[in-house]
């Protein structure tokens, strides 16, 4: 799926309304068309193309960069809990916040948490000593310390 704009290459593009009954037959095969919010140009894309139909994406906005979500922050509704009972991943799609789930893999697995430091960077993190004697700044050396006189 081309998610990109062909005019100005950003990624902000939303699925725009359906035109004529040709669009909609279109829609029904996987044929969707997209507008770009910044620039307005309108492209259609296809679920079919770089075999993206083979795994997960948003309902909304049709983006592959997926995260997760816990039953315990979010109470979806009763064909969502369906789904997960029956072994359905729950998915979340950061930049239109929307919570799904869906059988299919995630293509593109994304995180807003921090990476976990790993076991060596806490070791070598942990064997670094500060220097313990002060160095004499030339200003201040013997002699030279206004406070002296």
């Known amino acids: 799926m081309q998610l990109s704009c062909p005019q100005c290459g950003t990624r902000d593009a939303r699925v725009s309304h359906r035109r004529d009954l040709l669009e909609i037959l279109k829609s029904v095969f996987g044929v969707y068309p997209l507008r770009c919010r910044r620039c307005q140009t309108r492209w259609e894309t296809s679920v079919w193309a770089g075999g993206a139909w083979k795994y997960a994406r948003c309902p909304r906005c049709y983006r592959q960069e997926l995260s997760t979500w816990s039953q315990i922050y979010y109470h979806p509704p009763r064909w969502t809990r369906w789904m997960l009972r ?58 030279s310390d206004p406070r002296e006189r």
């Open 86 to 143: 029956l072994g359905a991943t729950p998915y979340r799609c950061a930049p239109c916040r929307c919570n799904f789930s869906s059988f299919r893999p995630c293509k593109e697995r994304t995180t807003w948490r921090k990476p976990e430091e790993s076991v060596t960077q806490a070791v070598n993190r942990a064997a670094v000593v500060e220097n313990p004697v002060p160095i004499a700044h030339p200003v201040f050396e013997s002699g």
